[in-house]
């Protein structure tokens, strides 16, 4: 169990460009959490999926961005013409079971910074 | 929103205990109450979870107020590595997939002192 792993570990990008993020989460995790923390905050909660499906959206995600989760394992977060305000820890976290108890796995992150 | 409420910060002295204080008055019947952490520079961590009754695990113990309207996570002894943000979490029912996420509000800022 080498745990939840996240990568690149940081990333600096242009204004405008597009940027994608990977998350490997512990093996049988069957959800997968994306989370975005800005300095100061706790994380904020952007998207689940259950498998390969992804079962809920924040309204804090934006059309620019986007998530996928192919055949139920890795997951990516693209984020389109990247801003700004888009200058974040994003966060990737996997868990076995949805039940009331559930014990989440959070990865290192990846730290965005948009010029 | 977050639906618990905790100090911004406290301060302890290494090896002493430290109780961290967490109100969740609009807490429901099932709810669990969950604790995690985070050390600089990295990804929360799980340290504890109750329902009712009081809880310990090697990292920490939760005591829960008999009408589960606020709880405590109790640090036997802080080392310089228990400095970290500690969030109290009830699970959001909320949303489109009754997901039951996580989520955190500002938590409380630990300083350990030597």
């Known amino acids: 169990d080498t745990g939840v792993s996240q990568d690149p570990r940081h990333k600096i990008t242009k204004r405008g460009q597009n940027v994608t993020f990977r998350c490997d989460p512990i093996s049988e995790h069957n959800r997968l959490y994306w989370y975005r923390q800005t300095l100061g905050q706790g994380p904020e909660f952007l998207t689940y999926?259950?498998?390969?499906?992804?079962?809920?959206k924040s309204r804090l995600l934006s059309d620019r961005f986007s998530a996928e989760r192919p055949k139920g394992s890795f997951s990516t977060l693209e984020i389109q013409r990247t801003e700004q305000g888009d200058s974040a820890m994003y966060l990737c976290a996997s868990s076995v079971t949805g039940a009331t108890n559930e014990k989440l796995f959070f990865g290192s992150g990846t730290q965005l910074s948009v010029l | 929103d977050a639906k618990t409420t905790q100090p911004n910060s406290m301060e302890s002295n290494e090896e002493e205990p430290v109780h961290l204080p967490c109100n969740h008055s609009t807490i429901s019947g099932t709810d669990y109450i969950h604790w995690y952490r985070q050390l600089p520079s990295q990804g929360p961590e799980y340290v504890i979870h109750g329902l009712t009754s009081n809880v310990n695990n090697r990292m920490a113990s939760l005591a829960i107020a008999e009408d589960r309207k606020s709880s405590t996570l109790i640090l036997h002894r802080a080392t310089l590595r228990d400095a970290a943000v500690y969030y109290c979490i009830l699970r959001d029912w909320g949303g489109s997939s009754n997901t039951g996420k996580l989520i955190f509000g500002q938590g409380t800022t630990l300083q350990v002192k030597p």
């Open positions: 999926f259950q498998n390969e499906a992804q079962l809920e």
